[in-house]
């Protein structure tokens, strides 16, 4: 077992379609076992691209990565059996029920005879699924089939989880059961590499943040070290009047003394300064700071 | 982790024979109405050529061989066609991909599929042509009916994979497989002789495995040897049409 090499080691990743067009763009970043780094950026910015290099669908035109120390590329299947993936437009087969769904996956996964009822089970009752096992998967929600997915995912206990917006379409009670589960494969020692939309998420789970923008890892760190980005950076929401059915516009200052300028000279009656959000920061580092001066909360 | 069992190549074949299982699980329904389908079309035929022509047997024998081929070409192409574009444009393909099994493993499957329906609907059609008098096949020409049966199903199964992965929707698969089964028939001598064939299309009839599939099945149901130039020809249109298709699925894959 090479269990000394990184989990994941991606050097100078960059990968061009046909046309040219650059999806990645020099990505350098490797993680060690317990670290979920997740990938932030807007739609289009090159994170689904990422992963498909990291899993070994697509060859990167330069750089390379390393899965264990191994070309995700070469022997695919090898390092596919050491991982979990969701993909971000997978399907679930339509007339299959849940149960053989697992089972055969269980299976596909070189899951021992033996080991393949106490394997779906465990992920069975992780993931919730009880209740639609008889199912076909065509009749489940948008929700339920990611809670299926993300069951197939964890089926052989994999060492790296790569999850392509886990939580898409999922309600706020089955977005929380997957947080929890993504969280008990962190503490667990998993590597987790999660993109998503939902700023909450990567702020619970994350203890790495990613942004990906035109196809470049601009910013990789620690969560703590992305907010420090920001500098003393604040943000003010200002109180909105009683009984008015609007939420409070928010501005983001430099300094403490700056928001409080800016209170008295608006003449502020009412309002709070706090620590910048996730959010804050990543609409900064979008590139579209302007707007937050006077935006609604 | 949990470790996984077997050498490699046990793997591989433990994954394909799964990946078959999967898919024979997913299109059960569709395959025994199309097989059903493609024995009832040699029998809509047979009985036409029965009212056209009552007494002579030889005729009715080749129509029915005809209608045969043409049903198995049908049921090959659009089960194994269907298959792969439904996976490849509605996800399915993706989540394949997550498991650790290799992209021969996948075409190996679908592969295995359409010999299995060459298999079936050759034996459903010798069963029929037995009950109606038509022709009985030997036991001692079983073995070669299963290998040209087998053969059939396996280049019919290639042309398939190709069209599913080439595809850009469902609806054009449809399309696709339609028009290609339509064009098929109309090039290959299934109802008639290679030499009935205007000059021209001749050369684009021995590329058609209808041809060799209705030349063999002939030599069977006439008890003659099986032809060597229509064997050779049906095994270099499988390895041809095998050879494009894993050409054509790496590029489909990886985009």
Same mark, same amino acid.
């Given at each position: 077992?090479?269990?000394?090499?990184?989990?994941?080691?991606?050097?100078?990743?960059?990968?061009?379609?046909?046309?040219?067009?650059?999806?990645?763009?020099?990505?350098?970043?490797?993680?060690?076992? %317990?670290?979920? $780094?997740?990938?932030?950026?807007?739609?289009?910015? %090159?994170?689904?691209?990422?992963?498909?290099?990291?899993?070994?669908?697509?060859?990167?035109?330069?750089?390379?990565?390393?899965?264990?120390?191994?070309?995700?590329?070469?022997?695919?299947?090898?390092?596919?059996?050491?991982?979990?993936?969701?993909?971000?437009?997978?399907? $679930?087969?339509?007339?299959?029920?849940?149960?053989?769904? $697992?089972?055969?996956?269980?299976?596909?996964?070189?899951?021992?005879?033996?080991?393949?009822?106490?394997?779906?089970?465990?992920?069975? /009752?992780?993931?919730?699924?009880? /209740?639609?096992?008889?199912?076909?998967?065509?009749?489940?929600? %948008?929700?339920?089939?990611?809670?299926?997915?993300?069951?197939?995912?964890?089926?052989?206990?994999?060492?790296? !989880?790569?999850?392509?917006?886990?939580?898409?379409?999922?309600?706020?009670?089955?977005?929380?059961?997957?947080?929890?589960?993504?969280?008990?494969?962190?503490?667990?020692?998993?590597?987790?590499? !999660?993109?998503?939309?939902?700023?909450? /998420?990567?702020?619970?789970?994350?203890?790495?943040?990613?942004?990906?923008?035109?196809?470049?890892?601009?910013?990789?760190?620690?969560?703590?070290?992305?907010?420090?980005?920001?500098?003393?950076?604040?943000?003010?929401?200002?109180?909105?009047?009683?009984?008015?059915?609007?939420?409070?516009?928010?501005?983001?200052?430099?300094?403490?003394?700056?928001?409080?300028?800016?209170?008295?000279?608006?003449?502020?009656?009412?309002?709070?300064?706090?620590?910048?959000?996730?959010?804050?920061?990543?609409?900064? !580092?979008?590139?579209?700071?302007?707007?937050?001066?006077?935006?609604?909360? | 982790?949990?470790?996984?069992?077997?050498?490699?190549?046990?793997?591989?074949?433990?994954?394909?024979?799964?990946?078959?299982?999967?898919?024979?699980?997913?299109?059960?329904?569709?395959?025994?109405?199309?097989?059903?389908?493609?024995?009832?079309?040699?029998?809509?035929?047979?009985? &036409?050529?029965?009212?056209?022509?009552?007494?002579?047997?030889?005729? *009715?024998?080749?129509?029915?061989?005809?209608?045969?081929?043409?049903?198995?070409?049908?049921?090959?192409?659009?089960?194994?066609?269907?298959?792969?574009?439904?996976?490849?444009?509605?996800?399915?393909?993706?989540?394949?991909?997550?498991?650790?099994?290799?992209?021969?493993?996948?075409?190996?499957?679908?592969?295995?599929?359409?010999?299995?329906?060459?298999?079936?609907?050759?034996?459903?059609?010798?069963?029929?042509?037995?009950?109606?008098?038509?022709?009985?096949?030997?036991?001692?020409?079983?073995? *070669?009916?299963?290998?040209?049966?087998?053969?059939?199903?396996?280049?019919?199964?290639?042309?398939?994979?190709?069209?599913?992965?080439?595809?850009?929707?469902?609806?054009?698969?449809?399309?696709?497989? &339609?028009?290609?089964?339509?064009?098929?028939?109309?090039?290959?001598?299934?109802?008639?002789?290679?030499?009935?064939?205007?000059?021209?299309?001749?050369?684009?009839?021995?590329?058609?495995?209808?041809?060799?599939?209705? &030349?063999?099945?002939?030599?069977?149901?006439?008890?003659?040897?099986?032809?060597?130039?229509?064997?050779?020809?049906?095994?270099?249109?499988?390895?041809?049409?095998?050879?494009?298709?894993?050409?054509?699925?790496?590029?489909?894959?990886?985009?």
């Amino acid at each position: 077992m090479k269990t000394s090499l990184k989990p994941i080691e991606c050097r100078n990743l960059t990968f061009r379609y046909r046309g040219g067009t650059r999806a990645t763009d020099d990505v350098t970043f490797s993680l060690c076992s %317990g670290d979920l $780094l997740c990938l932030l950026g807007p739609n289009g910015a %090159g994170k689904t691209t990422l992963i498909k290099q990291i899993i070994g669908d697509l060859r990167p035109t330069t750089g390379s990565v390393r899965i264990f120390g191994e070309d995700p590329c070469a022997p695919r299947a090898e390092i596919k059996r050491r991982m979990g993936i969701i993909p971000q437009s997978a399907s $679930l087969f339509e007339n299959l029920s849940v149960i053989v769904h $697992l089972n055969s996956f269980a299976a596909l996964k070189g899951i021992a005879r033996k080991q393949r009822p106490a394997a779906v089970e465990r992920v069975i /009752e992780e993931c919730g699924l009880r /209740e639609m096992l008889a199912k076909p998967a065509g009749s489940l929600s %948008g929700g339920q089939q990611r809670s299926v997915l993300f069951a197939l995912a964890l089926l052989a206990d994999p060492e790296i !989880l790569i999850l392509d917006e886990p939580t898409v379409g999922l309600d706020p009670i089955a977005r929380r059961t997957v947080w929890k589960t993504v969280d008990d494969q962190k503490r667990r020692g998993k590597t987790i590499v !999660l993109t998503t939309h939902y700023l909450e /998420e990567a702020e619970r789970l994350a203890n790495r943040i990613g942004f990906v923008s035109g196809g470049a890892l601009t910013h990789e760190s620690p969560l703590d070290e992305f907010y420090e980005r920001m500098g003393q950076c604040v943000r003010l929401v200002e109180t909105p009047d009683a009984g008015s059915d609007q939420a409070g516009n928010v501005h983001v200052m430099d300094t403490v003394e700056e928001a409080e300028a800016f209170a008295r000279l608006h003449r502020l009656k009412s309002y709070s300064i706090g620590r910048v959000s996730l959010e804050d920061v990543y609409v900064r !580092l979008a590139g579209h700071r302007a707007p937050l001066h006077g935006e609604n909360a | 982790m949990i470790a996984a069992t077997g050498n490699r190549a046990a793997r591989s074949t433990a994954a394909w024979l799964y990946l078959l299982l999967l898919l024979l699980r997913k299109e059960v329904t569709s395959t025994l109405a199309t097989v059903a389908n493609s024995v009832l079309l040699p029998i809509c035929i047979c009985y &036409s050529a029965f009212m056209v022509s009552p007494t002579n047997i030889d005729v *009715q024998r080749t129509w029915a061989i005809g209608g045969l081929v043409v049903g198995m070409g049908m049921t090959c192409l659009t089960q194994v066609s269907f298959a792969v574009a439904t996976d490849r444009l509605r996800g399915g393909m993706r989540l394949i991909a997550t498991l650790p099994v290799s992209a021969r493993a996948y075409i190996a499957s679908h592969l295995t599929y359409g010999v299995m329906l060459g298999l079936l609907v050759a034996g459903s059609g010798a069963v029929f042509l037995r009950i109606s008098g038509l022709t009985a096949v030997s036991w001692d020409a079983l073995p *070669q009916l299963i290998f040209v049966a087998a053969l059939s199903g396996l280049s019919l199964a290639c042309i398939g994979v190709a069209i599913g992965i080439w595809t850009p929707d469902v609806a054009t698969a449809d399309t696709v497989v &339609s028009s290609a089964g339509l064009v098929l028939a109309i090039v290959s001598p299934v109802f008639y002789p290679l030499s009935a064939l205007p000059s021209y299309l001749r050369p684009i009839g021995w590329l058609s495995p209808y041809t060799h599939i209705a &030349s063999l099945a002939s030599d069977i149901a006439n008890a003659r040897p099986l032809s060597l130039a229509h064997l050779s020809a049906l095994a270099a249109i499988a390895a041809g049409a095998l050879f494009s298709t894993m050409l054509l699925y790496r590029r489909g894959t990886t985009r």
